[in-house]
């Protein structure tokens, strides 16, 4: 077969809503375009750990810091998760660590942003893995096999996640005077980033071409935002906390929300590395990879003896 | 002393040292070697949270005045903590995390397994549920202490000096007092002298897997049961403490 016939069917099976598996033929620019995709959101699985990690050893209570531990290893295993389903692309897990490591690589920009009080547990939980959750349904219904079915098995333990953060604000709006002055702030700082991590708006959105053609991604940013939009705003009036959107309207007609205009500006700064923990957040994890190759190399070191024992 | 009293420091004493380890296996999270060590350690430090809650909900039930185990975690001082000493040695690197957990481990399978004997249904209770969680942990813990011991000359270094280095916090673990001894002798609780030597052949059994050596020095500290530690708790529980005390009225 040609490569225009190799394409055409492999369009056709898209268009079809089958999935497309490891080993089956497909467009180079396909395979690159998912690598991308599925190590950045790896990546974001992981490096996402830190500014929850942040706040273990000062967990208020015994059991928030048990729900604490547990979200965080949650995190790690989709994490893990994820490297799997790239590694059946053929590449491997070292050499997306090492695109980390090297800026090659980007993660979700919103871990950038610094955790500076118990309440951004909850804002992290309640905003940043509901934004995630509403990206990652739609991705349950992406064109490649490994990924799509990652995604279901990890968007069950996003809502869990989702809820314990929106647990934890609701607990501490209507706690004591401090407690509320927390939530409502860490509400103020994690709105608008939580907004960007939807991305640019279609209009502004080059990528998104093959991506929707393939069927990579299956809905735009701007729908996508939307949703998150409408969905959380009824929560955070539930629990009597005001978003920091003075532009925010019902729109009858539309029946969904207005709301007013993501700093762009800020957008793009912290993504080209100029959040307060860009820089923080990588050399952390570089550390914790260098400090343990002296691990790693023992462990293989005594593999291979247990190896040349048995020949 | 009351054997309520006796009962309500026994739980102390082990519901700290739980506590403290947890924290310490929690402070490995983002820290680890490769992933799955980073998920194998939060597991480790999930299960001693869950077990350091078992021991101060009980405890505070015991001691009857109302504290929950909230308020024995966070609202006592450093002298009245009773954690046994090793539970509080900072990780260090990989290689004395590994002794540490190592030398506890084996200590723990042995005591919880004494413990399901308890003539008191939620002690034994607690040690049912731990026993499963003692037996994976030391499989973790024993199965490094042979990797790094046999892996490279540098790991087996690392290792060597982490043994001699923890080695005099281990006879901590065996110590018995009044206390220990009227709950022995009354079926409650586990006389940690009977275990020792069992522990030691755990211990050595590993120790020559790894081709290393437990040191000569067989000085042991001591003090954990009257709230004597290293200076090192003190920083982990400001720390640990600083946000439930900053806002003592709050619920969270
Ligand atoms: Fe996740
Ligand atoms: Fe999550």
Not at chain 1, 24 to 39: A, D, N, V
Not at chain 1, 123 to 145: F, H, K, P
Not at chain 2, 66 to 91: K, Q
Not at chain 2, 112 to 123: H, M, P
Request: charged share 25%.
């Amino acid at each position: 077969m040609t490569e225009e016939q190799l394409e055409k069917n492999f369009q056709n099976r898209i268009d079809a809503e089958q999935k497309i598996e490891p080993r089956e033929w497909m467009p180079e620019k396909y395979r690159k375009h998912l690598i991308r995709q599925i190590s950045q959101h790896a990546h974001s699985e992981v490096i996402g750990m830190q500014p929850e990690g942040n706040w273990i050893t000062r967990a208020p209570s015994m059991r928030a810091k048990m729900v604490l531990m547990a979200k965080v290893q949650d995190e790690a295993g989709h994490g893990l998760y994820l490297y799997s389903a790239c590694e059946t692309l053929g590449i491997n897990r070292d050499e997306l660590v090492e695109q980390l490591h090297t800026g090659k690589a980007k993660y979700a920009s919103i871990f950038n942003y610094p955790t500076l009080t118990w309440a951004d547990m909850g804002a992290v939980g309640w905003l940043v893995d509901g934004a995630a959750i509403v990206n990652q349904v739609s991705l349950q219904r992406t064109s490649y096999g490994p990924y799509a079915r990652g995604m279901v098995k990890i968007c069950k333990e996003e809502s869990f996640h989702q809820r314990q953060g929106y647990e934890i604000m609701a607990q501490m709006a209507k706690g004591t005077d401090a407690q509320k002055k927390m939530a409502q702030d860490a509400l103020d700082r994690f709105w608008w980033p939580s907004l960007m991590m939807f991305g640019p708006h279609d209009s502004d959105s080059p990528n998104s071409g093959n991506a929707i053609k393939w069927k990579i991604k299956r809905e735009s940013n701007d729908v996508l935002r939307q949703r998150f939009i409408d969905k959380t705003i009824e929560q955070a009036e539930l629990i009597g906390l005001t978003v920091p959107d003075p532009d925010l309207k019902w729109n009858e007609e539309r029946q969904s929300y207005d709301w007013g205009e993501i700093d762009w500006d800020e957008f793009y700064e912290v993504i080209n590395g100029n959040g307060l923990a860009n820089r923080q957040r990588v050399a952390q994890h570089k550390k914790a990879h260098d400090q343990g190759a002296w691990v790693r190399e023992a462990a293989k070191a005594y593999a291979d003896k247990q190896k040349n024992k048995e020949v | 002393m009351t054997k309520e009293e006796m009962l309500f420091q026994y739980c102390l004493r082990m519901g700290d040292t739980h506590n403290v380890f947890a924290h310490r296996m929690g402070e490995w999270c983002t820290n680890g070697h490769i992933l799955e060590e980073d998920i194998a350690m939060t597991n480790i430090a999930l299960d001693h949270i869950g077990t350091a809650r078992a021991w101060l909900i009980y405890g505070g039930e015991v001691e009857n005045k109302g504290r929950t185990e909230d308020d024995l975690a966070f609202h006592r001082d450093e002298r009245d903590y009773v954690n046994m000493l090793i539970s509080e040695l900072p990780n260090g690197n990989f290689a004395e995390t590994i002794v540490r957990n190592f030398m506890f481990d084996a200590f723990s399978l042995l005591y919880y397994t004494e413990l399901t004997k308890s003539s008191n249904e939620t002690l034994a209770g607690i040690a049912q549920k731990v026993i499963k969680e003692a037996k994976y942990h030391l499989k973790h813990s024993a199965n490094w202490m042979v990797r790094l011991g046999d892996g490279t000359e540098e790991s087996h270094q690392k290792l060597q000096s982490a043994i001699d280095e923890i080695w005099r916090f281990t006879g901590n673990m065996f110590e018995m007092d009044d206390i220990d001894q009227s709950l022995s002798d009354s079926g409650i609780g586990v006389d940690c002298a009977q275990i020792k030597e069992q522990w030691m052949a755990v211990v050595m059994q590993t120790v020559s897997d790894a081709k290393v050596t437990i040191p000569e020095n067989k000085y042991m500290l001591t003090g954990s049961k009257k709230g004597i530690h290293t200076e090192a708790l003190g920083h982990m529980l400001a720390e640990m403490q600083s946000l439930a005390r900053a806002y003592p009225d709050a619920k969270w």
